[in-house]
Every structure is written in C-alpha cells, then in structure tokens.
C-alpha cells in the first residue's frame, strides 16, 4: 500500500495492521437513488485502500469538501451533473478526481466527461471496474468502462 502522506510504500500503520484514515485514497459520495449508494458504497468497501470520507452529498459540500482537499476523489451520479462542464472543472482546479456514474452513456457523453478530466462509468459495469476508474482517477488518469 503507498502512504499518500509520506509518499512511500508501506508505513508503521500498514505493519502494524492498523491502516490509518489518513494512508487510505479519501473519497466523497454524491447523492444516488438509495439502492444504487448502498451498492456503490458497498462496492468500494470491498476496497481497503479506500475510505468513504461521506455519502449522499450535494454538489456544494462536494465542491467545499474539494477546495479544502478533505477527499481525492468525488463519484457522484450523472444525473447530478448539468449541460456544462462546470463541476468538471471545479474538481480538477482542485486536483480532485471525478467519477461520474452514468446510466448507458453515449459517446458524447463519455467524450466530454473525459475531455473535462473526468472518468465515465456506465451503471452497468463491473465492481472491479468501478474499483479501478477510482484508483485510476485518484492518480490523474480519466477512464470510460462502458
């Protein structure tokens, strides 16, 4: 595990078997339809490297949780994202990646997700998929799984 703190591998905190809030990738929940939060939740708790920092967010705690780097990473529902790509770009100003979760996303969409430096995912992909978009996004990349 990389203590993002610190920048090395390992720690006291891994070796001990006690990981420490603050060596795990932070990530904010946006608000989703119950059911869908509970899996999405569910999904990245599978994950020991990632620690929800909060769920059922709405885009201006998300926003104030990114300007204050309390998070690095923010998944948040397609449905809470308009026309523009202002939410896009407000994360990236603050280097925060974004996972948008999107019911069948067209190519446009996908397209202008990852033109923001945001990462697509379809509600139809895999948990490891989902897994993997975060870690990815966490370091600056932006993915489709489609």
């Known amino acids: 595990m990389i203590d993002r703190d610190a ?20 990530v904010a929940l946006g608000r989703f339809p119950a059911l869908l939060e509970r899996g999405v939740a569910e999904v990245l708790r599978e994950d020991a490297s990632v ?9 201006a705690t998300l926003s104030r949780m990114a300007a204050l780097r309390a998070i690095e ?12 790509t202002s939410h896009e ?4 100003a603050h280097r925060v990646g974004l996972v948008v979760l999107v019911d069948r996303p067209t190519r446009s969409q996908a397209l202008r997700l990852l033109g923001a430096g945001a990462s697509c995912v379809s509600l ?14 966490a370091e600056g990349r932006s993915l489709f799984i489609g």
């Open 124 to 137: 139809t992909a895999s948990p490891a998929g989902l897994r993997e978009t975060v870690h990815a996004t």
């Open 51 to 59: 620690s929800i920092v909060e769920a059922g967010l709405d885009a």
């Open 89 to 92: 770009l407000e994360f990236r």
């Open 73 to 84: 990473v923010a998944v948040i529902h397609g449905s809470g994202i308009g026309a523009s």
């Open 7 to 26: 920048n090395t591998v390992g720690g006291d905190a891994e070796r001990s078997g006690l990981a420490d809030h603050r060596t795990r990738l932070r």
